[in-house]
């Protein structure tokens, strides 16, 4: 077998050289970092030291022209500043202070010593001045801040603060460009550094996919094929010493053993499907093929014992089934017998259930009609009762006109016993009576006319009241006869209501029997169908019985 080195070693070589690309990578992203920092920091010192320079220059400058304001004008406002910035604001000594705090080179020290030392000279001039104005003598005091001397020192001080600035800026603005030259160097470092991992990634990608992906896609793509049954694809990859290299080698000899497993089962079972049963399993087979080997041999086994079994039975199913068949017309002749019979059974209790239908149809109607005339008695009996009612209170309303009628009858006695009165008063009263005894007699014949109207009323309603009583009497019995009668109604309705209920329930009973006749009709059709089928079949089964025998005969069986 050919030698090859690990995949899994080469990967890690690969992977170790890209890991140390990344930490070249990190620690110029880091020193990128510091350069930054640097860079920002030299940029920083360098506008503060420019500043506190001009903060120094201008401390100086401050000075000088508030002793020279003071001296040509007096004012002592520009004293008390001269005083102020000496004694509090010192923007000289700050300035100075933070630029050696910053950092400054000896150089740059020594023009600051330089001018401190011309500044500190003119101090005595400026307190001289500044005394001979507070004298009044201001002359000698102007000769002192604009005089020759003063005025070359000031000189001196602006070129040596020229000197100073020139010297401070080339110095830091030096240190800026090299630090940027250092971050800019780093920059392309890091660039380079991760054109150099990139170059190694890609390599590494390259590999894998060269001598691990690829083969890995082929072994998949073989292994598909090895799982769809087909053991002749071609497969182009050799077997070498690393680990694909091992695994095409027992894809190999995968292949190599499938093809002789199913050759051999395909040896065996053809000779088994040309009817050679006489056959022995013989060949070795190893792992999960063994149980594939006994199977074979159960088969074998078990074809040669039904085989013969079939080929014992097939006479005895070939003399039952003749025996079935003479049976089985014997009981599809009687079945169809049978079916005529139920056919005109069935036909007899349907008309007869439609008779008891009719029977139950009349009944119910004969109950709605009983049920009606009820109910027409019932209402009978309510008017009557209301009539009773009526004659009753018909009756007591008589009574009472009795007693109108004796009180008119009074009330004529009294009119006329009140006439005869005033009668005998107009007598007594001689003429201026007459007219009084006039109305007096008008009365008397009026009272005698209710007398006689109060006898005829009462006459009438004696007759009244003797038809009022006949008419209640006639009442009551006819109420009494109704109730009887709507009890009769009542139980003759009941009577009705049973004879319908008892024609229902025998018409459902011969509805039930109806279907059950037809069911048993349906069911001996199919027994006559199902018994000529059963001859048909015991018929088809003699004939199949027969071939199956002479099939059975072309199997070369174990003896």
Do not use: W
Not at 92 to 109: D, K, P, V
Not at 528 to 536: D, G, H, P, S
Request: glycine share 4%; net charge negative; proline share 1%.
């Amino acid at each position: 077998m050919k030698k090859a080195m690990n995949q899994s070693k080469l990967i890690t070589i690969l992977n170790a050289i890209s890991i140390c690309g990344l930490v070249l990578v990190l620690f110029l992203v880091f020193l990128n970092s510091r350069f930054n920092s640097k860079l920002t920091q030299a940029s920083e010192d360098r506008f503060a030291l420019t500043e506190n320079a001009t903060l120094f220059m201008d401390g100086s400058a401050y000075l000088t022209n508030e002793v020279r304001a003071y001296a040509a004008t007096g004012t002592v406002e520009h004293y008390q500043n001269y005083m102020r910035e000496v004694d509090s604001t010192k923007r000289r000594e700050i300035g100075l202070s933070n630029m050696q705090s910053i950092g400054i080179t000896a150089e740059e020290q020594a023009l600051l010593d330089q001018m401190s030392s011309i500044s500190n000279s003119l101090v005595v001039l400026e307190e001289q001045a500044m005394a001979n104005v507070q004298e009044n003598r201001k002359t000698q005091a102007l000769e002192y801040v604009y005089g020759t001397e003063y005025t070359q020192s000031l000189t001196q001080i602006s070129s040596l603060e020229d000197q100073f600035l020139s010297v401070l800026s080339a110095r830091t603005l030096q240190e800026v460009e090299h630090i940027a030259r250092q971050t800019t160097l780093n920059r392309l470092a890091i660039f380079f550094a991760l054109l150099l991992v990139a170059a190694i990634q890609l390599f590494i990608m390259r590999t894998v996919r060269r001598d691990v992906l690829e083969p890995v896609l082929q072994v998949c793509e073989q292994m598909e094929q090895i799982s769809n049954g087909n053991l002749s694809a071609p497969f182009p990859l050799k077997p070498d010493t690393s680990e694909i290299g091992r695994l095409v080698s027992s894809i190999h000899e995968t292949k190599r053993e499938l093809k002789v497993y199913i050759q051999d089962i395909d040896d065996h079972l053809a000779q088994m499907a040309r009817g050679n049963m006489d056959l022995e399993i013989g060949k070795s087979y190893r792992g999960e093929f063994l149980p594939i080997q006994d199977a074979m041999r159960q088969i074998l086994d078990s074809l040669n014992n039904a085989l013969s079994q079939i080929n014992a039975t097939t006479e005895e199913v070939s003399a039952e089934a003749e025996q079935m068949d003479s049976d089985s017309q014997i009981l599809s002749n009687g079945a169809v017998e049978q079916a005529s019979t139920v056919q005109q059974l069935s036909a007899n209790i349907q008309s007869l259930s439609g008779e008891v239908k009719r029977t139950s149809e009349d009944a119910n109607e004969a109950r709605q009609c009983s049920e009606e005339a009820t109910s027409q008695l019932a209402v009978c009996s309510q008017k009557m009762s209301a009539l009773t009612t009526a004659m009753e209170d018909i009756s007591r309303s008589s009574q009472e006109i009795s007693g109108i009628i004796k009180t008119i009858e009074d009330i004529s006695f009294q009119t006329n016993i009140l006439a005869l009165n005033a009668s005998v008063e107009a007598a007594r009263a001689g003429t201026a009576g007459k007219g009084f005894a006039v109305v007096a007699n008008e009365v008397q014949s009026l009272a005698n006319k209710s007398a006689v109207a109060a006898q005829n009323i009462t006459g009438l309603i004696g007759k009244s009241l003797k038809l009022v009583d006949q008419g209640a009497a006639l009442t009551a019995d006819t109420t009494s006869a109704l109730q009887s009668g709507v009890a009769g109604a009542q139980k003759s309705t009941g009577l009705i209501e049973q004879i319908a209920e008892s024609a229902t329930q025998q018409s459902e009973a011969l509805t039930q029997l109806t279907l059950g006749m037809e069911q048993i009709s349906e069911v001996v059709q199919t027994n006559a169908a199902t018994a000529e089928k059963t001859a048909e079949a015991a018929r088809q089964l003699r004939g199949q019985a027969e071939e199956l025998k002479v099939s059975v005969q072309r199997f070369r069986l174990r003896r």
